[in-house]
């Protein structure tokens, strides 16, 4: 397999680096294993590479473990803001999956769900390739339930709790969601369960104390920026929020203004063991930045 990937990439130094770190995965007949020097070239199998990315930021802090059930197959985990769910772009060693596959030695994790990158708080991952189908299923089926926690501003005029139901579109190449004519296909329930202040400095506000609501949202579906778009709609976009309602230029290493989003909770039957499941996130908002910015 190595002098397979050798001819493919003419990059006999960096797949023999990749192979020794334990980088490089095979995936043949629904498993995942690690490549070493004797694996055997497996034709129709897929191998993975993960490319260097020499100028990738570091994002700071951890990913706290939630819940890992051995006999499941699923791990939860606390994740922080900023870091990525799964390689995707301009990031690859800094996202959930990777940093999980090489800490825990768990070379089939994937995730059963997504967060945004900058969303922090509960999110499901699958440790072994044979159950991963059987998660992303329940999720598919509407069978995760869960609850967001989100620090935006107050409106007075503003009736709730409300339900925003409209139909949310990503295009490829766009960085906004927009809301566009036709069925709904995105459905949250907005509440507003109470108050607090945040005052300048890291994950607070550059002009001083500054007062917000604290937002309990009940998505039930789970469209690219669904919460962020629908707060934004309703004329409170949430603290920190670089692209809603407007674009704002952050530098990838300015870590100082996080979203102020958390994915609070998660609840659902489990598939595999039938056991109910309640997780809950350790995080509470307001989340803290990491100061201005951070060396590379």
């Not at 051995?70 to 940093?99: C, E, S, W, Y």
């Not at 300015?254 to 039957?269: K, M, R």
Request: charged share 25%.
């Amino acid at each position: 397999m190595v002098e397979h990937l050798i001819r493919l990439t003419g990059d006999e130094e960096g797949v023999w680096g990749r192979v020794r770190a334990g980088e490089v995965l095979l995936s043949a007949g629904g498993r995942v294993s690690t490549v070493h020097g004797g694996t055997p070239y497996a034709p129709g199998a897929t191998a993975y590479l993960y490319r260097d990315l020499p100028h990738e930021v570091r994002v700071p802090g951890e990913v706290r473990i939630l819940l890992r059930d051995d006999q499941t197959g699923l791990l939860a985990v606390d994740k922080p803001p900023f870091l990525a769910t799964m390689p995707r772009g301009a990031h690859v060693v800094q996202t959930v999956v990777v940093r999980l596959r090489r800490e825990l030695d768990l070379p089939e994790l994937a995730p059963v769900h997504r967060l945004d990158r900058l969303t922090s708080g509960v999110l499901l991952l699958s440790m072994r390739a044979e159950v991963r189908s059987t998660y992303q299923r329940m999720v598919q089926a509407g069978g995760l339930g869960k609850t967001y926690e989100a620090l935006a501003p107050v409106r007075d005029d503003l009736e709730l709790p409300c339900t925003v139901a409209d139909r949310l579109v990503k295009r490829r190449g766009s960085l906004q969601t927009v809301v566009e004519d036709g069925p709904v296909n995105a459905v949250t329930r907005v509440e507003l369960v109470g108050r607090t202040q945040l005052g300048g400095g890291p994950g607070g506000s550059e002009l001083g104390r500054v007062g917000l609501g604290r937002y309990r949202l009940t998505p039930t579906t789970g469209q690219t920026h669904q919460l962020r778009v629908h707060l934004a709609g309703l004329g409170v976009p949430i603290h920190g929020d670089p692209l809603y309602p407007r674009v704002r230029e952050v530098a990838p290493d300015d870590f100082s203004t996080p979203l102020q989003l958390l994915a609070q909770e998660v609840s659902f039957t489990d598939p595999v063991s039938g056991a109910p499941r309640r997780i809950r996130s350790a995080r509470r908002l307001p989340v803290e930045g990491a100061g201005e910015k951070l060396s590379r």
